[in-house]
């Protein structure tokens, strides 16, 4: 079972992109995001790179092609005046020198702030004296990097689990051992059991029922493979045989078990929506389907789902959600008597996926090189980073608890306060004036606003604490991972259909991400203490550089309130349409537009971002920046000097970013975000200041007409 808050993971708007195993298991630069990747073709013409004037060119699919600079091999011979691209002007230098490391798929100003959180946390992590309520942490650090003892170990832990599912001899058998086993029901997934906000009541926690991910990861590939799906799938046949070997199958087996496994993906892809679908602007209603207990064992049909219930410890509730109704109607027809054999070999490689970053030294690297491989990256993180990598994702919330009580002041806290309910106000006074909403909708949009909770820093309570969880030295690296997920996971099956406790804001992002976000189920903007650093937040810096770094990230997550998927929220955090129909339809036709804009670049040959998928984001960076430039202007009247080249110098330093092509690719098909470089450059041309500041003109290349000017609040 995936644990998770599925808002966080959907709906959640954030600033960026960021084991044991699991099939499509992320290192902790995911989450968040997530973290998280090509471009289109292999090459470019050399041509095209010999000066920045010929990187913008019309061409003949009505595309305005601008090839991204954050490809090391793209970035232009010479640095572009600030009047054709100021992103790379800014930051050309520091994309010219800088290397990907090993084992990054990137370099940018989060991972430096991310690098700066892991010295400090490891520093907290090996001390001596550590705090015993962090002390959890410290020795599965310390478990992680013992490979002498996980070598010694290897798959002795795993092989009896394998073993239990290849003496199945029948469905029946096969069911009560995924679903009522509670080791194995944790490793092995025909359906996850997670928690959500409540979507009819934000301040309450639901167990949901959802469908699986996928190893492709989208459900469009299992109808017509892509490049993209054929990458995926490479990868995995690769990672999964040599998992499978290792575990004692021969060639013929593994082979025969990898076809079992898309096959019968293939079957459960058939009733999962596709990426494309994701994009749309009623998703959130599509995936918002509430069953009480007796409604979902009918949707289930025979299979038996509230064996599932029991094991997840869920069964107690009578309000579930249900995003894919469908994948959990066709679960008695998938898992079946007819797919045994099937079932069997997907069961097998999904346990071996789960432990193969918690066992010994060879599994570790399968598991490495597989992600190495989507994300086109080269050679491995240094032990100890994997390691950190490793606590931080298992101990998320304990590890942001520690890194913030040592390092985060109320002074710096209430700086930032100010900032925010400064950039409150100013939207209010926005909204008042809003010349394109009914009075009705505009009133109701202002209480949100006045109703918004703001989170700094770090939260008073945790969700899970880990309290009462020891490591056990008598048993092995897996066994003790697998127990303390165990009993982790029961702090989100006991808080299903219980009130969500806002003092633990932290179970919504770590306070050790260097990211923010916006919950709409909650109405909470969120900035974890990792972000309030340098380049973002500098105490020393000028008012207006502050402003071109967090004061960017501050309006821009409040903003998400009033984006195509915040809209859909009331001030309580429930899905409610609070709009006129006509308003509604001149909002839909002004971040169109955004989102349009964004698309007609083609940032790679016949690669472009897609307008539906970074409208979200691209409206919250534009209303973000209004927010702010309005607040600079406010300064300026009351006497303080403002410089507002600090301020477009600082949102394209913050924003600097150095990919590998893979993650380019990956990018334009699942981030919400556009490109770095034209979040930057398109954004900032919006903007009247923009050009007063630059003397920018007409026939610059980061001149937009007025009448084209976009605007949304």
């Known amino acids: 079972m995936n644990k998770r808050i599925i808002t966080v993971i959907i709906l959640v708007m954030s600033l960026s992109i960021t084991g044991c195993g699991g099939v499509n298991a992320n290192q902790t630069e995911n989450q968040t995001t997530s973290e998280v990747t090509t471009a289109g073709s292999d090459t470019v013409a050399t041509e095209e790179l010999d000066n920045e004037e010929e990187k913008i060119e019309e061409n003949t699919s009505n595309k305005v092609k601008w090839i991204t600079p954050q490809i090391k091999e793209n970035l232009p011979k010479e640095q572009p005046e600030i009047a054709d691209d100021l992103f790379t002007h800014v930051n050309y230098e520091w994309l010219r020198d800088t290397e990907l490391r090993d084992g990054r798929k990137s370099a940018s100003a989060f991972d430096t702030m991310s690098d700066e959180v892991q010295e400090t946390v490891q520093d907290l992590i090996v001390d001596e004296d550590i705090d015993e309520k962090y002390k959890i942490i410290q020795d599965t650090y310390y478990a ?63 167990p949901t029922v959802n469908s699986v991910n996928l190893s492709l990861e989208d459900s469009a590939e299992y109808k017509e493979l892509t490049d993209r799906g054929r990458l995926y799938k490479d990868a995995a046949s690769v990672y999964w045989k040599k998992l499978l070997k290792k575990a004692g199958y021969s060639d013929k087996q593994a ?34 389907n509430a069953y009480t207990k007796e409604e979902l064992k009918k949707l289930a049909g025979d299979f038996p789902i509230e064996k599932l219930l029991i094991s997840e410890n869920v069964n107690s509730c009578d309000r579930f959600i249900v995003p894919e109704p469908e994948y959990i109607k066709a679960l008695a027809s998938i898992v079946s008597e007819d797919n045994l054999d099937m079932l069997k070999a997907y069961s097998v490689i999904d346990i071996l996926c789960y432990a193969s970053d918690c066992t010994d030294e060879e599994a570790n690297e399968i598991s490495i090189e597989y992600e190495n491989t989507i994300s086109g990256v080269t050679g491995m993180k240094p032990i100890e980073e994997q390691a950190y990598d490793f606590v931080n994702d298992k101990y998320n919330e304990l590890v942001g608890d520690m890194y913030a009580r040592s390092t985060f002041t109320e002074e710096e806290k209430q700086a930032i306060e100010e900032n925010v309910y400064d950039m409150i106000d100013i939207f209010r006074e926005r909204m008042k004036v809003n010349d394109w909403l009914s009075e009705e909708t505009r009133n109701t949009a202002i209480e949100k606003l006045n109703s918004m909770d703001v989170n700094i820093g770090y939260p008073e309570e945790m969700l899970n604490d880990f309290s009462g969880i020891k490591y056990d030295n008598n048993k092995d690296f897996f066994q003790n991972m697998l127990a303390i997920k165990s009993e982790a996971d029961k702090a989100w099956e006991f808080a299903a259909g219980k009130k969500f406790n ?14 923010a976000c916006y919950v709409p189920s909650q109405n909470s903007i969120n900035f974890p203490a990792a972000i309030l650093r340098k380049p973002f937040y500098d105490k020393d810096a000028t008012l207006a550089y502050n402003m071109g770094g967090i004061g960017i990230v501050i309006g821009h997550e409040m903003s998400h309130a009033f984006d195509t998927n915040g809209s859909q929220y009331d001030k309580d955090g429930n899905l409610v349409n609070w709009w006129t129909d006509e308003d509604r339809e001149a909002f839909r036709q002004r971040t169109k537009a955004v989102g349009e804009r964004y698309a007609m670049y083609e940032i790679l040959d016949g690669e472009s971002p897609n307008a539906d998928l970074v409208i979200t984001e691209t409206v919250a960076d534009l209303a973000g920046t209004s927010v702010v430039l309005d607040l600079l202007a406010g300064k300026e009247k009351e006497g303080i000097q403002v410089n507002y080249e600090d301020f477009f110098i600082a949102d394209a330093t913050c924003c600097r970013r150095l990919l590998t092509k893979n993650v380019v690719q990956e990018r334009l098909k699942t981030d919400y975000h556009a490109p770095d470089f034209l979040r930057v450059n398109v954004n900032v041309s919006q903007f009247d200041k923009f050009y007063e500041t630059f003397d920018i003109k007409e026939g610059d290349r980061m001149y937009t007409k007025p009448e084209d000017r976009l605007s949304v609040w």
């Open 144 to 206: 992680f990097l013992d490979m002498d003892k996980r070598n010694e170990a290897g798959f002795s832990s795993v092989m009896p689990y394998v073993e239990r599912i290849e003496a199945v001899k029948s469905i029946d058998e096969y069911l009560e051992l995924i679903l009522s086993d509670a080791e194995i029901c944790r490793m092995i997934r025909v359906t996850e059991v997670g928690i959500d906000f409540d979507f009819e009541d934000g301040t309450m926690l639901v």
């Open 502 to 515: 806002k003092k633990a804001g932290g179970a919504i992002m770590s306070v050790a991400t260097v990211n």
């Open 255 to 288: 082979d025969t078990y990898i076809n079992s496994y898309f096959e019968l993906e293939t079957q459960m892809a058939e009733h999962i929506y596709d990426l494309e679908t994701s994009y749309r602007e009623d998703y959130v209603q599509m995936i918002s």
